[in-house]
Structures are given as structure tokens and as C-alpha cells.
């Protein structure tokens, strides 16, 4: 069946240390999302792509990099400059224009624990 | 910038009785509106898009209605059962191609 994986489930990062979260997708999707979600509010766009080796900052990119050198693949790297990035993050993918609905698929999300 | 709020942010109800979750909007040039369910600890399930053109979109129980103008949508689920109890959340793309998201309605359905 085609999705989103993300990996890990679970990760615990100590103070001052870069993390990187994965996301992988066999959906043939061009456009990628990174989104953090905190208790009782939206999700918060951090990063998107619309298109293999570019990719435009979201609402809150600070202390955040990404990378989009495979379709397939959109991975996040939570570095030492985001200060408070204890979160549940979410990456995402949207349908071609063209080919249906045009709706978002989720993958099942990293939970990121500062230690 | 596109506003999105879901009211009410929880909801308890008895098994059987129908559910109603409201979603307003700020801006009304979007491009769809979208549905979603979350499980705790999990990602996001969608249930239905609507499209800018359209007034409702229908899936077994599920009925979703879109008054553009107004800024509004409203999930229906019909004859609740203990399984729906989750995290709702309504989610407004616009032509940007990006999703602006609401907090949420945490329903519980009481067997």
C-alpha cells in the first residue's frame, strides 16, 4: 500500500545536539510537508517542497533545515538554534494537481522528547 | 492570513446520538477544505475534502457541508459509536498550496 513513514516513533535529544527526523513516501507525490503539532493547538508549518532540490520555509523554520535531494524523501533536521522542540511532528504529502482530489496524506508522526 | 477555529474544542456525548463539529474560516478564497481524524499518538487520518465548488461531500456516516462565503464547514457524524471517539481537525488549504489548520474538537462517545 502507498503512504508516508516516518521514523523514529520516539526520539530524545540532549541539549545543544542536532536530530534528524525521516520521512519517506511511495505515493509518487511532488509536494512534501513538515508540520509540528503542541497540545491544544493547530498544526504549524515548519517547511514545504513543492519539487525535488527546492523548498520554501513555513510559518515557524526557525531553528530547522531540510533537504529534498529524492522525491521520496524529505527529512527534517531539528538543530541546536530551536530552542524549545519538544513537539509531535508531522510530514505530509499532496496529491498532483490533475490526478483527483487533490488531498494530503499523513504519516504516522515522531514524537521528539528534550532530555 | 488564513485563520481557522474549531468550535467546540471538546465534545461528550452518549452513544447513538449524532455529532455535530463546526469550522469557521477567516479568508474565503480557499482552494478546499479538509477533514481529518487523529487518534492520540497518531497521525492524521483525512475523511473527506470538499472542494471550493462544492456544498457537501458524504462517506458512510460522515457528511460534510462547506458555505464558502460565510467562512464555514460542519463535519455531521451520524448514530455516534464508541470507535469515533478522536481528535477532529479541519484543515483550509488556499491557492499558496499550503494548509492552514484548526486546533481541533476532542469527541469522546460514552457507551
Known amino acids: 500500500d502507498g503512504g508516508i513513514t516516518q521514523s523514529p516513533k520516539y526520539l530524545f535529544r540532549k541539549e545543544g545536539q542536532n536530530v534528524t527526523l525521516s520521512c519517506e513516501q511511495n505515493?509518487?507525490?511532488?509536494?512534501m510537508y513538515w508540520y509540528r503539532q503542541d497540545p491544544g493547538q493547530g498544526l504549524r508549518l515548519i517547511y514545504y517542497?513543492?519539487?525535488?532540490?527546492?523548498?520554501q520555509k513555513g510559518d515557524i523554520a526557525e531553528g530547522y533545515s531540510v533537504s529534498r535531494e529524492k522525491k521520496e524523501s524529505f527529512p527534517l533536521t531539528v538543530t541546536s538554534a530551536q530552542k524549545n522542540p519538544t513537539a509531535f511532528y508531522l510530514c505530509a504529502s499532496r496529491q498532483p494537481a490533475g490526478q483527483g482530489v487533490h488531498g494530503y496524506t499523513f504519516g504516522s508522526g515522531t514524537r521528539l522528547t528534550v532530555v | 492570513k488564513q485563520e481557522v477555529t474549531q468550535i467546540p474544542a471538546a465534545l461528550s456525548v452518549p452513544e447513538g446520538e449524532n455529532l455535530v463539529l463546526n469550522c469557521s474560516f477567516t479568508d474565503s478564497a480557499i482552494y478546499n477544505l479538509q477533514w481529518f481524524r487523529q487518534d492520540p499518538g497518531k497521525g492524521l487520518t483525512s475523511l473527506l475534502l470538499i472542494q471550493s465548488s462544492q456544498r457537501e461531500q458524504t462517506s458512510g456516516r460522515l457528511n460534510a457541508s462547506l458555505d464558502k462565503s460565510s467562512g464555514r464547514s460542519t463535519l455531521y457524524i451520524a448514530a455516534s459509536q464508541p470507535g469515533d471517539s478522536a481528535t477532529y481537525l479541519c484543515?483550509?488549504?488556499?491557492?499558496?498550496?499550503?494548509?492552514?489548520f484548526g486546533a481541533g474538537t476532542t469527541v469522546t462517545v460514552r457507551a
Open positions: 484543515a483550509v488549504r488556499s491557492d499558496d498550496y499550503k494548509l492552514s
Open positions: 505515493l509518487n507525490h511532488d509536494a
Open positions: 517542497s513543492q519539487i525535488v532540490n527546492d523548498f
